[in-house]
């Protein structure tokens, strides 16, 4: 059995609540199924401020960049606010990202029946919902240079962020997300605003020409992205997989995610380009949710979104589909239960806290 390397990020907050699930996950699958998985551990994040200045050390960047794929908890909270813009919590993600190269981010938004109910929409537009949005993550308007404040002198300043993309950039992410669609119900619809962006205008010209080039069979649709965030939250069974930039991906991931309910149910994974002989990515699996300060250590955490972001790990860089398919039914079978945990509580449910939510889950699986 070849060994199978996952680095632990935890991070702040309940970061480390969340993962203490998926560390029971991985010691069941070893030990049930013979997994082979291997665990190391890093800081990110405040934590790792706090413990050398950076919000993520060189060594468990080499450890990242070592690994199979990295677990990440979440970072941030109301402790860091007053650190230095190069040191903040975010910036070891972000360093993460860039270093792994990690352009392709899979944000599946998918609705479990046992919380249609729950939804911000009727029961009816989000029953049986299942797209994937990929943003394209490590270009754009997040890292275009320029992108400074700088005093004017006469008392105003200027601030400026810009949006670059070159050809291959569009090209891997269009990849990607035909790719997928093959495994899926073989569509995709690319988002951008070509009505006023240049890098709209190439961003089409390039999702078109891929999709002649090598995925002809794939079903392929444009959208302006502003009219796609309407149709998301209109009638979102449309889609099946989105294709967009990284600003755009950031917004209306978030828009798709609260379809489905709240924040601690979604999952995501960054990956990277495979590598040219062993076709292995480069890969970090992270809850959509942040270090939620406001619950942090009250062992109230959902703990979902970081199992689920875990079955995606097991599909996308192990291969290991039926345990995934295993893994999200088995979340589907503690909800169907009535178990919930305080965030998406409803009528009639029994509330449980984050260690009994991963038990129960564990249990099922
Ligand atoms: P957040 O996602 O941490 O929390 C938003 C709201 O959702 C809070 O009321 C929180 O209690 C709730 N929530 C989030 N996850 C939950 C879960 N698993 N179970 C139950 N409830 C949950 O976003 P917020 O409040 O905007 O940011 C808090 C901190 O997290 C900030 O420092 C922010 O910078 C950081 N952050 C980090 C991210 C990351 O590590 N990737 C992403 C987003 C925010
Ligand atoms: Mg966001």
Redesign the pocket.
């Given at each position: 059995m070849a060994s199978r390397k996952l680095l632990l990020l935890p991070?702040d907050?309940?970061g480390p609540e969340?993962m203490a699930e998926v560390r029971k996950l991985i010691a069941a699958m070893n030990e049930r199924l013979g997994a082979g998985f291997e665990t190391e551990e890093g800081l990110v994040g405040g934590c790792a401020y706090d413990a050398h200045g950076q919000a993520i050390s060189e060594e468990d960047m080499a450890k990242a960049m070592a690994a199979d794929a990295v677990l990440f908890g979440?970072?941030?909270?109301p402790k860091w606010d007053a650190v230095p813009y190069e040191a903040r919590p975010?910036a070891g993600?972000l360093r993460l990202r860039k270093d792994m190269e990690l352009f392709a981010n899979l944000r599946p938004a998918i609705c479990y029946p046992a919380l249609a109910q729950s939804s911000s929409l009727k029961p009816e537009v989000v029953e049986g919902l299942d797209i994937l949005i990929i943003r394209e993550l490590t270009g754009g308007v997040y890292f275009g240079e320029p992108k400074t404040i700088t005093d004017l002198g006469n008392g105003q300043k200027r601030a400026i962020d810009t949006q670059v993309y070159d050809t291959f950039e569009i090209e891997r992410i269009a990849g990607v997300a035909f790719e997928l669609a093959r495994t899926r119900r073989n569509k995709v619809c690319s988002m951008e605003k070509r009505n006023v962006m240049k890098s709209g205008v190439l961003w089409n010209e390039v999702v078109t020409a891929t999709h002649k080039a090598k995925y002809p069979d794939v079903e392929l649709s444009h959208m302006l992205a502003d009219a796609g965030g309407m149709q998301l939250v209109r009638w979102p069974k449309q889609f099946d997989v989105i294709v967009t930039d990284n600003l755009f991906g950031d917004m209306l991931s978030d828009v798709a995610a609260m379809l489905t309910g709240?924040?601690?149910m979604l999952p995501s994974a960054s990956l990277g380009a495979p590598d040219a002989k062993t076709g292995a990515r480069k890969a970090l699996y992270?809850?959509v949710?942040?270090?939620?300060?406001?619950?942090a250590g009250k062992g109230i955490?959902?703990p979902i979104?970081m199992i689920a972001s875990f079955a995606m790990c097991l599909r996308y860089s192990f291969g290991l589909v039926a345990e995934a398919d295993r893994l999200e039914k088995a979340i589907a079978a503690v909800l169907d239960d009535g178990l919930r945990?305080r965030?998406i509580l409803s009528d009639g449910m029994t509330e449980v806290g984050t260690g009994a939510m991963g038990d129960a889950i564990v249990e099922k699986f």
């Open positions: 991070g907050g309940i969340a979440a970072v941030g909270g975010e993600l709240s924040l601690g992270e809850p949710h942040g270090s939620a300060p406001d619950i955490a959902n979104a945990t965030d």
